[in-house]
């Protein structure tokens, strides 16, 4: 994103608009810090601008990587990866279809830069790789997972490190029974962070109604947050998990 | 595991919000997915969401919600938003009723979601739980702004903004009310609940 200086009145009404912050006000203009710009463009689509002064740069006209930055942080924005739009990824919106999460396992998603703080993608490679020692399976479909060079390090493409999101999503899975080291190891490691994440755990409800990490949480002194996101299993045709248990 | 999962606030508060999702599984069943999306927000719409939207088009506090809903694409995620646990009841009775095939979730306190899918004869097939923020909490901004802000999952709504609206409906320069939509605008999905925000900036500004 950028600000076109000649047309910029100085009115100041972008600046809070910004989620991290990046306009700032430069001898009475606005600026945009492109160094810390996720390329959301909610600046943009929020029509703030009384003289068309924001100029965005569409995601197809970006140069790799900076475009990362829009796959990642842009909703409208469609990973060439995976198709999906958002943060590219599906996750267990479509489980009872995919059957990406089945019995005896649990995803784990660690969306680093979330709530409002951003990430580079520098401190995303601690957690890939800090998920990859504890031998996680990341989810092919997700962006963040195409850009890891090696699944066995969980080391990223150099040229990405720089690059800064509003978010992004590391996305993997572990058999329950190595589910509560790898939960230990997270802990650890997000001390190295120079941001925030938000931490999803993930499981298909037993036959019993009673969720596998339930007594892994207990253990590690851990109380999920009372409002979840449920799959209601509407989706066709059904996964056939049995077939896999 | 995602956008409308981190949503911050009381027991209390969080009983007025209930976020749905759907999307088609890529690869499995997306082929001509786009119409079945779209009859799932009109099924929404017809039971009176605080907000509607597709990612890839936007939400009703930008455009039309037929001109959504006739035009979807087969690789989008729709979304809307209830404040009532009566109203996605009955969505979900209509979605049954139809067996669209379509992947849905129902976002909100578990033990309310569960008994509602109860009533209607479903049961929760899959769940993601939030475990929290972790890592430099210290970069947060304060506790009521997050309630606020968690209610777009993409960051869409700024806490600089959020924090100017405050600052506003104090001095009297708008209402708890007009600050919602304004802030709802940004959430491109539709999943910002603007009641329950217009009823946290009021109790943010000492209203």
């Known amino acids: 994103m950028k600000v076109d200086p000649e047309k910029c ?3 100041e009404l972008c600046v809070p608009v910004c989620p991290v912050g990046a306009i700032l006000m430069e001898d009475d203009v606005a600026k945009v810090n492109e160094d810390e710009c996720c390329e959301c463009s909610a600046c943009y689509r929020s029509e703030i601008c009384a003289v068309d002064a924001l100029v965005e740069t569409p995601a197809k006209d970006m140069p790799w990587p900076r475009v990362i930055r829009a796959v990642l942080s842009n909703p409208r924005v469609e990973s060439p990866d995976t198709r999906v739009p958002g943060r590219g990824t599906e996750e267990v919106k479509t489980n009872e279809v995919s059957g990406r999460v089945g019995p005896g396992f649990a995803g784990l998603a660690i969306e680093l830069g979330r709530p409002g703080v951003g990430t580079r993608m520098s401190d995303v490679q601690k957690v890939t790789m800090a ?3 504890m031998g996680a399976a990341f989810e092919a479909e997700n962006p963040v997972t195409q850009w890891i060079t090696d699944l066995k390090t969980g080391k990223l493409r150099d040229d990405i490190l720089n690059e800064k999101s509003l978010s992004a999503i590391v996305e993997c ?3 329950i029974g190595k589910f509560k080291a790898a939960v230990e190891r997270l802990r650890e490691v997000v001390k190295q962070l120079n941001t925030v994440c938000s931490v999803v755990s993930a499981v298909k409800v037993s036959k019993d109604g009673s969720l596998a990490t339930d007594p892994i949480f207990k253990e590690l002194g851990i109380t999920p947050r009372p409002n979840s996101k449920n799959n209601v299993g509407l989706g066709r045709p059904l996964f056939k998990f049995e077939e896999v248990e | 595991m ?4 981190h949503r911050q606030g009381t027991p209390e508060s969080l009983s007025r919000d209930y976020p749905l999702v759907a999307v088609m599984a890529h690869g ?3 082929k001509g997915g786009g119409p079945k999306l779209g009859r799932f927000l009109e099924i929404c719409w017809k039971h009176g969401p605080v907000n509607l939207g597709d990612m890839k088009q936007g939400s009703v506090f930008t455009y039309d919600a037929a001109d959504i809903y006739n035009n979807v694409s087969d690789t989008t ?5 209830f404040d009532d646990l009566n109203k996605v009841e009955a969505v979900l009775r209509d979605l049954k009723e139809e067996d669209l095939g379509v992947p849905v979730v129902v976002s909100g306190l578990i033990d309310k979601v569960g008994e509602c899918c109860k009533k209607v004869g479903l049961e929760i097939h899959t769940v993601a739980q939030s475990l929290g923020v972790w890592g430099k909490t210290e970069l947060l901004p304060s506790k009521e702004v997050l309630e606020i802000t ?6 869409m709504v700024a806490s600089h903004l959020v924090e100017k609206m405050i600052e506003d409906i104090k001095k009297g320069k708008t209402t708890a009310e007009k600050a919602a939509k304004k802030l709802a605008k940004p959430c491109e999905c539709g999943i910002f ?5 217009t009823e946290l900036l009021d109790k943010a500004a000492g209203k």
């Open chain 1, 173 to 175: 899975g572990f058999p």
């Open chain 2, 28 to 30: 499995f069943n997306d």
């Open chain 1, 9 to 11: 009145i100085g009115c």
């Open chain 2, 2 to 5: 995602t956008h409308t999962l």
């Open chain 2, 77 to 81: 995620i729709v979304e809307c938003c």
């Open chain 2, 150 to 155: 968690t209610m777009c999952g993409h960051a």
């Open chain 1, 131 to 133: 998920m990859a020692e």
């Open chain 2, 193 to 197: 609940n603007t009641t329950r925000a």
